[in-house]
């Protein structure tokens, strides 16, 4: 009845349940953070798989989408067959009511067809607004479009249980290939014990022949008609842990204000733990009841001190709106803002931690961390965490590459990095933490303003690093060890220390490659 366009339209059908059940495993963060601090996944190589989860998300998205376009032309030829194929002998099997029915009557009053066509809606908006161009130019578009997945699966349930395609459930007494008999229920007839009279009066015109049936050792008989059903799932698993996401409130909260648009908020809450290198979802009803953003964390809180911050650029219509909503006019000269002040200040609800790859920069011997502007944030918490106690970490040398295109950039840390490289001195470990900063646009020679950063004013360097010289340094200096490349900044830098690390080198040292990816 169906032929090809039944095969394809089960086919792609199975190829798309088992993606529709997989692209919402890798955007399960609270269980990428479980495996990635815990001991249930003790090898770094495969943790460092979990960094793909993205990519894995992506590529299931795309799989759906053209397997999707396959289903869909597999139906629009099934619509016409069971139109012009229709048979009035299985008219429990047919789609169509009657011969020549119009196609477009299957597609619009149908259960199946109608949700077909609101996936497929769905499916569009959702594919034409996670385009790079959409996700830059208006971010907003991509945000509530993605959240139209519940819609989908809303969908995607209804459409199975539409009923179209229907299985027997009488096999036991109808098997396929038997033959009615009148009077005779179902059972094993032994050709040569009846008569050939009985097959020529029983049998229906194509099947006269007692020849042709005496070729076989036995036939099944019986007199029940086929009975069909629809075919519904059984079962129905969903991985999204994260379907609701339960933002928790934060107890106090502080905002500084920094150079280059940049700003910090400091908050304090209860029983909140996370560890370096995480990120936490950021709520804020009173810029948009919906929205919400990940930042990583600059500050984690420890065992002396509850604090723990972020650092947002200010880009974009929500990071605007917040912004205003926490600091103060141009023309007030408060730099630090404390929640007991009489402004009133908007209530901040938080997510997280979530893991992300920069937590394995600590458990490498020799680690490569390299920033592009604000992309320092994750290197911040670590930065931190080293300057509270270094000598639990496996770490031992560590390489941060800071390129900013603004002079003022680097003061968002500079006084971290001071009193970092200042701790090692005095501790004799100068060469625990070598720190470049590059300013990859300038007039002339710029100096970071303040006698107190006179150590960072000796490494900061006019112009950009020179990567291949820098990957063949730190080869020559750790001899057959493992260094790990982290990289948060620009997809041309990315990119770069990609093909770097892959690189093979004369002096043993193995480069694995890291970067920065939101789930």
Request: hydrophobic share 35%.
């Amino acid at each position: 009845m169906l032929g090809l366009g039944l095969c394809l339209s089960r086919a792609s059908a199975s190829v798309l349940n088992l993606n529709c059940s997989l692209i919402l495993l890798p955007m399960c963060r609270t269980l990428l953070a479980y495996l990635r601090g815990s001991q249930k996944v003790p090898s770094r190589r495969t943790r460092r798989l979990l960094d793909k989860s993205r990519t894995f998300h992506i590529t299931c998205g795309v799989t759906i989408c053209i397997f999707s376009g396959v289903h869909v032309a597999a139906h629009l030829v099934n619509a016409l067959n069971f139109s012009v194929n229709y048979n009035e002998d299985f008219t429990e099997l047919n789609a169509a009511r009657y011969r020549d029915e119009d196609p477009r009557k299957l597609l619009f009053t149908t259960v199946p067809g109608l949700t077909g066509v609101g996936m497929v809606l769905v499916l569009f908006l959702m594919i034409t607004a996670s385009t790079y161009a959409i996700r830059v130019s208006n971010y907003d578009i991509f945000w509530y479009t993605h959240n139209l997945f519940f819609v989908f699966y809303m969908l995607l349930m209804l459409h199975v249980s539409g009923g179209l395609l229907k299985y027997q459930a009488n096999l036991d007494t109808h098997p396929p290939g038997c033959i009615n008999i009148n009077g005779t229920r179902y059972q094993n007839i032994h050709l040569p014990n009846y008569r050939s009279e009985h097959f020529h009066e029983s049998f229906p015109g194509g099947l006269s022949k007692p020849d042709e049936l005496t070729q076989n050792r036995s036939v099944n008989i019986c007199m029940e008609e086929p009975r069909f059903q629809a075919n519904f799932p059984q079962q129905v698993v969903v991985w999204d842990s994260d379907v609701e996401c339960l933002f928790s409130e934060g107890k106090k909260e502080e905002s500084k204000n920094h150079p280059s648009d940049v700003m910090e908020i400091r908050m304090i809450k209860e029983n909140f733990k996370a560890r370096p290198g995480q990120y936490i979802i950021l709520h804020c009803p009173s810029v948009s009841a919906l929205e919400n953003h990940p930042f990583t964390l600059t500050m984690c809180p420890t065992e002396t001190k509850a604090t723990f911050g972020v650092h947002l650029k200010i880009v974009g219509d929500w990071t605007e709106r917040f912004r205003d909503l926490l600091l103060p006019p141009s023309n007030q000269d408060s730099e630090i803002l404390p929640v007991i002040q009489s402004r009133k200040y908007p209530k901040l609800y938080i997510d997280g931690p979530f893991g992300s790859p920069f937590e394995e920069s600590l458990n490498y011997e020799v680690s490569l961390c390299v920033a592009g502007g604000i992309g320092v944030t994750p290197f911040a918490s670590i930065l931190n965490t080293l300057l509270d106690d270094w000598k639990p970490y496996k770490l031992r040398r560590l390489y941060f590459i800071w390129v900013c295109r603004d002079i003022q950039s680097f003061r968002w840390f500079a006084d971290l990095l001071c009193v970092l490289h200042n701790k090692f001195w005095q501790e004799n470990r100068p060469d625990y933490v070598n720190i470049q900063l590059y300013l990859s646009q300038t007039d002339g020679i710029q100096k970071i303003i303040g006698e107190k950063y006179q150590a960072l004013n000796s490494r900061l360097f006019i112009g950009r690093p020179r990567w291949k010289l820098l990957f063949d340094e730190i080869a020559k200096c750790n001899r057959g060890k493992t260094v790990g490349v982290f990289c948060c900044g620009p997809n041309s830098i990315s990119k770069t220390l990609h093909k770097l690390s892959n690189r093979n080198n004369s002096y043993g040292t193995r480069f694995e490659y890291n970067k920065e990816s939101f789930s």
